[in-house]
């Protein structure tokens, strides 16, 4: 069965520090890997997807089959980062979406 | 934003009453989905459907109904609510070509059972 795993609650980091927020999946077939970021009080939303490998909001995120692996990575936080983000596997013909625990990120000042 | 609409978005309700949350979107997506929020375990898939009259189970179906009789709309029923079933229940929903099969996210539903 499918699995994705977010080892870290929270994380925590100063205005301008790097960033970078751990996701390892488990699939057999061929991964189809998501970022979704819920921000206080906001709707949970797509932040970026691996197919796509654009930048959102200077946010990257590469896919490391190898390692089984779909890490955040951002190079200089900023304060309106702060938000609950969720790494999301999508199976089941592109109706199944598992998602992990989800890691808190805090930035602060 | 304002596509896909939720409620009530608060609602207590006592053990063994049944509780229909309504899930509502103006897209006409084909997929509508319907998680769960719980600490500790992020989003878990409690039913999807495909089309109007098409409903398979997720990851975490049990003690839950769903139908789906019109396609913009997909309610979620607890039949004999429980407290293990306190939580935020969000509904999503998707079109046939939405770019990247993106889901799209309602506001919520955060539900207490006495």
């Known amino acids: 069965a499918q699995r994705v795993t977010q080892p870290e609650k929270l994380l925590s980091v100063f205005k301008g520090a790097p960033v970078e927020l751990k996701c390892n999946y488990s699939?057999?077939?061929?991964?189809?890997l998501f970022w979704y970021v819920q921000y206080s009080r906001q709707r949970l939303q797509l932040l970026l997807r691996?197919?796509s490998r654009e930048s959102i909001k200077g946010f990257t995120a590469d896919l490391n089959k190898g390692e089984t692996s779909f890490h955040l990575k951002k190079p200089f936080a900023q304060e309106e980062d702060s938000a609950m983000y969720y790494c999301?596997?999508?199976?089941?013909?592109?109706?199944?979406?598992?998602f992990g625990t989800g890691t808190q990120l805090k930035v602060e000042l | 934003d304002a596509g896909i609409t939720q409620s009530p978005r608060y609602k207590i309700t006592e053990t063994g009453r049944q509780v229909t949350l309504m899930c509502h979107q103006t897209?006409?997506?084909?997929?509508m989905f319907w998680y769960r929020q719980d600490l500790g375990h992020g989003l878990r898939l409690i039913y999807y459907?495909?089309?109007?009259?098409?409903?398979d189970k997720g990851e975490v179906p049990d003690g839950y109904v769903v139908s789906r009789s019109k396609t913009e709309n997909f309610p979620l029923t607890l039949e004999s609510a429980t407290r293990s079933q306190t939580s935020v229940y969000f509904c999503?929903?998707?079109?046939?070509?939405?770019?990247?099969?993106?889901?799209?996210f309602g506001p919520g539903t955060r539900l207490t059972v006495l």
């Open positions: 459907s495909a089309a109007a009259d098409i409903t």
């Open positions: 999503a929903s998707r079109g046939q070509a939405t770019a990247y099969n993106e889901q799209f």
């Open positions: 897209w006409s997506h084909s997929y």
């Open positions: 691996h197919i």
């Open positions: 699939y057999s077939g061929s991964p189809e």
């Open positions: 999301a596997l999508l199976t089941g013909g592109g109706n199944k979406l598992t």
